[in-house]
C-alpha cells in the first residue's frame, strides 16, 4: 500500500523568508512524487513531480522540491515567500511498482501554508 | 492553456436520489480519474478509466457509483442513491497516455451537499 505523510497541518513564514513544506512517503516500490496547490474554492494545480533523475526538482512559481530516498521525504521548498503562496498544498505519490493498475494518486492530508507581510 | 471543467459547481440533492457530475477532460488525455474531498479531509481517489473501461476503484466505489463516457469529450460520474456522507468535493482529473509518470490535471470540482 501506499501512503503520504504532512506532518504540519499549518506553516507560517514570513514574506520573503525561505519556506519548506514536509511530505514523507511509503510505497513498496519506487514512487512518482508531487506536489499539488489548492487555492480557495479552485481545484488542485499541479505544481511539480519527481519521477526520476535529479534528486531536486524545479517546478511552477519558483517552487522545488528534493527527493530523499533514505528519508523517504520530499519536502517542498522555495527560497522567497510571498503573501501569494498563501494556500493548501498537497503532496501525493504513486508507486510505479504497481501493475495493472489505474495510476492511483495517494494524498497527503494537506498542509496550509500563511505567508506574512 | 487546456484545463478540466466540470459542472455544476455546486450540487444540492436529497438522500436517495440520484446525481451525475459531469467532467469535460483535457482533450488528448486519455486517463481519467474521479477524487473526492470531504470537508476537512483528504482527497481521495475513486476510479480511474482507460480506454471505455474502469481500470482500478478504491473501496467507495460501491455499486452505487458508476463513471461513464457518453461522447467524445466528457466523463460523468453518477451516484445512484446518494446518502448523506457523500457530501464532499467532488473532482475530475485527467492525464496524457501511459499516465504513471504523467502529472494529472484536475478541474475545479463539484460540490455535492446532500440533505
Known amino acids: 500500500a501506499q501512503s503520504v505523510a504532512q506532518p504540519e497541518d499549518q506553516v507560517n513564514v514570513a514574506e520573503g523568508n525561505p519556506l519548506t513544506v514536509k511530505c514523507t512517503y511509503s510505497?513498496?516500490?519506487?514512487?512518482?512524487l508531487f506536489w499539488y496547490v489548492q487555492y480557495p474554492n479552485r481545484g488542485l494545480q499541479f505544481l511539480l513531480k519527481?519521477?526520476?533523475?535529479?534528486?531536486l526538482v524545479k517546478g511552477s512559481y519558483g517552487f522545488e522540491a528534493e527527493f530523499n530516498k533514505s528519508q523517504t521525504s520530499f519536502h517542498l521548498k522555495k527560497p522567497s515567500a510571498l503573501v501569494s503562496d498563501s494556500a493548501l498544498y498537497f503532496c501525493?505519490?504513486?508507486?510505479?511498482?504497481?501493475?495493472?493498475?489505474?495510476?492511483?494518486?495517494?494524498f497527503g492530508t494537506g498542509t496550509q501554508l500563511k505567508v506574512e507581510l | 492553456e487546456p484545463e478540466v471543467t466540470q459542472t455544476p459547481s455546486h450540487q444540492v440533492t436529497q438522500m436517495g436520489q440520484e446525481v451525475i457530475l459531469r467532467c469535460v477532460p483535457i482533450?488528448?488525455?486519455?486517463?481519467f480519474y474521479w477524487y473526492r474531498q470531504i470537508l476537512g479531509q483528504k482527497v481521495e481517489f475513486l476510479v480511474s478509466?482507460?480506454?471505455?473501461?474502469?481500470?482500478?476503484k478504491s473501496e467507495i466505489f460501491d455499486d452505487q457509483f458508476s463513471v461513464e463516457r457518453p461522447d467524445g469529450s466528457n466523463f460523468t460520474l453518477k451516484i445512484r442513491s446518494t446518502k448523506l456522507e457523500d457530501s464532499a468535493m467532488y473532482f475530475c482529473?485527467?492525464?496524457?497516455?501511459?499516465?504513471?509518470?504523467?502529472?494529472?490535471?484536475f478541474g475545479p470540482g463539484t460540490r455535492l451537499t446532500v440533505t
Open positions: 482529473a485527467s492525464s496524457e497516455i501511459s499516465g504513471r509518470g504523467y502529472e494529472q490535471y
Open positions: 510505497v513498496s516500490g519506487n514512487p512518482y
Open positions: 519527481y519521477i526520476t533523475g535529479d534528486n
Open positions: 501525493a505519490v504513486r508507486d510505479c511498482e504497481v501493475t495493472g493498475g489505474g495510476n492511483k494518486l495517494t
Open positions: 482533450s488528448n488525455h486519455l486517463y
Open positions: 478509466f482507460y480506454n471505455n473501461e474502469i481500470s482500478e
